[in-house]
Each structure stands twice: as structure tokens, then as C-alpha cells.
């Protein structure tokens, strides 16, 4: 189960990481404003995670994930011309980000010994938050008002897990299911805009006389 999380959560981290520096390149930022969008998009998420519960931040008790954010943020100064070639890389990667940090957030607070419902809440807000302050630092508009599914995929890849782990599932096959359950649905979203009926408010009555 350590190890599982672990796992997750580097690559949760360092996939948000990338993201960040992403955005910055587009920016047209200095080598520092990386760095800075790199950290605070890697480990934005969990700290949120670990303040509500109550627990240690994961970055305080171990610097490595900030030493590997500011890794990234350097790395991507000099990678970003490569990457931004790519096809839609902000997305695909903060689609993958998404996927593994809703099962981590989901699997960490379960492992702290809070119920279900607090594990997937904390699940979601593992997964979206990073990327929330990313989009607000960079002023721009955050993937949670595009009406295509990203609160939905993180949602369901947290209760996938917490789900199948529940009813007795080994911690490595629930997850690797909660986190390819996200990704199906964040790249059908991303590949052919996948998305919930949006709420539309009913029309106005007709005014005049009845």
C-alpha cells in the first residue's frame, strides 16, 4: 500500500508539474516563473488534501517532491519547444495528473482511517485543485467551467477505488481500475468533448396581459 502511493503520488506531482511549466512557456515566462508554476501546480492539490485532513503536508516531511518540481520547471525551460509540438501535451498531461492523484487522494485518506464518502471528496480535491491554482495564477479560465467532463473523471476514478478497495480488492488492481477509469473518460472528453447535460435555465414566461 506505501509503495502504491508513493507511486501515485510522484507521478500525480510531476505530471502537474509539467503542466505548470507548460502554462508558463505560453506565458512567455522567465526561467523562475517555471519553477514557480511548477511547484505550485505539482503539489497544490495535495497540500489542500493534507490541510483538511488534518495531516502532515507531504512536501514538508519530504523535500524530494519539491526538489522534483523545481526539476521539472528547469527541465521544461529547455524541453518546452518539444513538448508544445505535441499534440494538445497541457491537456493529455493534466488528463494523466487527474487520474492518478484522484485515486491517490482517495487512497491516502483511506489509509488515514476516514470513511468512503471523505476519501472520494478528498479525491477529487486532490486532483483538481493543483490545476485550479494554475489556472487562476495564469488568469486564465479554469478547466472546471469548460463544459467537458474533468470534475466527472476525477469523481469516478476516486470511487472506482475506494469502491472496489472497500469490498476487499487488493490496493494495486483497485487503482490501476480507478486510474484508467479517469483517464477513459478525461480522453473522451478531450477527443470528442464528452460532457454532461449543462443546467438551462427555462424561458421566461411571456409578458402582457393573461
Same mark, same amino acid.
Given at each position: 500500500m506505501a509503495t502504491m502511493l508513493q507511486i501515485l503520488d510522484f507521478l500525480g506531482v510531476a505530471v502537474f508539474a509539467v503542466t505548470g511549466a507548460i502554462v508558463a512557456s505560453r506565458l512567455r515566462l522567465d526561467c523562475? %516563473? !517555471? +519553477?514557480? !508554476?511548477a511547484v505550485f501546480t505539482g503539489v497544490g492539490g495535495g497540500t489542500l488534501r493534507d490541510l483538511l485532513l488534518d495531516a *502532515? +503536508?507531504?512536501?514538508?516531511?519530504?523535500?524530494i517532491y519539491l526538489v522534483v518540481c523545481i526539476s521539472i520547471g528547469a527541465l521544461m525551460w529547455f524541453a518546452t519547444p518539444v513538448v508544445e509540438r505535441m499534440s494538445k501535451p497541457l491537456r493529455? &498531461?493534466? %488528463?494523466?495528473?487527474? #487520474?492518478?492523484?484522484?485515486?491517490?487522494?482517495a487512497a491516502k485518506t483511506l489509509a488515514l482511517?476516514? *470513511? *468512503?464518502?471523505? #476519501?472520494?471528496?478528498m479525491g477529487v480535491a486532490t486532483a483538481t485543485f493543483g490545476g485550479i491554482i494554475r489556472d487562476t495564477i495564469a488568469d486564465q479560465p479554469?478547466?472546471? +467551467?469548460? *463544459?467537458?467532463l474533468y470534475l466527472t473523471p476525477a469523481f469516478v476514478g476516486a470511487g472506482v477505488y475506494v469502491g472496489l478497495f472497500s469490498f476487499g480488492v487488493? &490496493?494495486?488492481p483497485a487503482a490501476i481500475a480507478g486510474v484508467v477509469a479517469a483517464l +477513459?473518460?478525461?480522453?473522451? &472528453?478531450?477527443?470528442w468533448g464528452w460532457s454532461l447535460p449543462a443546467y438551462t435555465p427555462p424561458?421566461?414566461?411571456p409578458s402582457g396581459n393573461p
Open positions: 523562475l %516563473a !517555471f +519553477v514557480f !508554476f *502532515p +503536508v507531504f512536501w514538508v516531511e519530504n523535500e493529455w &498531461a493534466d %488528463a494523466m495528473g487527474l #487520474a492518478a492523484y484522484s485515486v491517490m487522494g482511517g476516514h *470513511p *468512503p464518502t471523505v #476519501a472520494v471528496l479554469s478547466a472546471l +467551467v469548460n *463544459p467537458e487488493e &490496493a494495486w +477513459v473518460l478525461r480522453g473522451g &472528453a478531450i477527443i424561458d421566461d414566461k
